[in-house]
């Protein structure tokens, strides 16, 4: 098994832009999908393939890569970002999240 | 719309069994992979187990390995989880997704307590 390990909070304020890294070994050669979470709901997948938007995502959301360390970055982000964010990538028979990351716009 | 909706959920003691439902609609069930992740209360998400399209290949988390299995009805449109000898530390919300992780049900709450 591996593991993926992210920073528990990170706070920015309105406007402002937020970056969240998740690192681990695994992701030097597989791909990082990134999910959101608000209280009470269900995920939503935000980045995959490390980089890739899927439609209806807003543009201020982006992904990058290098090394073991993928990067999620919220350009100007907004109160109604606030929430949970999740790593995740699959290796062999493995799939494993991240710890996750509280992020707060405040 | 694609749409996924679990099932079967609620209170069971410790060492007995439950079984969760999934049921998928809106894209061609039987050409895809299927996920179960599960989320303990106030915790992060954990993956539980995939199964391919087919159910020729089913992979599980250590955590879970030997007690719960994964399957599927494609007759039904319809993903499973048998859960055996629950412990309380696996009480969680478990969420069926499609295998690209894009779709996710709602989520449906298990809970092992004497």
């Known amino acids: 098994s591996y593991e993926l390990t992210q920073p528990s909070s990170v706070s920015v304020s309105p406007g402002q832009t937020a970056r969240i890294t998740c690192s681990g070994d695994?992701?030097?050669?597989?791909?990082a999908r990134w999910f959101q979470q608000k209280p009470g709901q269900a995920p939503v997948l935000v980045i995959y393939?490390?980089?890739e938007r899927p439609s209806g995502i807003p543009e201020r959301f982006s992904g990058s890569s290098s090394g073991t360390t993928v990067t999620l970055t919220i350009s100007g982000a907004q109160v109604e970002d606030e929430a949970d964010y999740y790593c995740y990538s699959a290796a062999d028979n493995n799939r494993v999240f991240g710890g996750g990351t509280k992020l707060t716009v405040l | 719309q694609v749409q996924l909706v679990e099932s079967g959920g609620g209170v069971v003691q410790p060492g007995r069994s439950l079984r969760l439902s999934c049921a998928a609609s809106?894209?061609?069930?039987?050409?895809?992979?299927m996920h179960w992740v599960r989320q303990a209360p106030g915790k992060g998400l954990e993956w539980v187990a995939v199964i391919s399209y087919d159910g020729s290949n089913k992979y599980y988390a250590d955590s879970v390995k030997g007690r719960f299995t994964i399957s599927r009805d494609n007759s039904k449109n319809t993903l499973y989880l048998q859960m055996n000898s629950l412990r309380a530390e696996d009480t969680a919300v478990y969420y069926c997704?499609?295998?690209?992780?894009?779709?996710w049900g709602q989520g449906t709450l298990v809970t092992v307590s004497s």
């Open positions: 809106g894209f061609t069930f039987s050409s895809y992979g």
């Open positions: 997704a499609k295998d690209d992780l894009l779709v």
């Open positions: 695994v992701l030097a050669k597989k791909y």
């Open positions: 393939k490390d980089s």
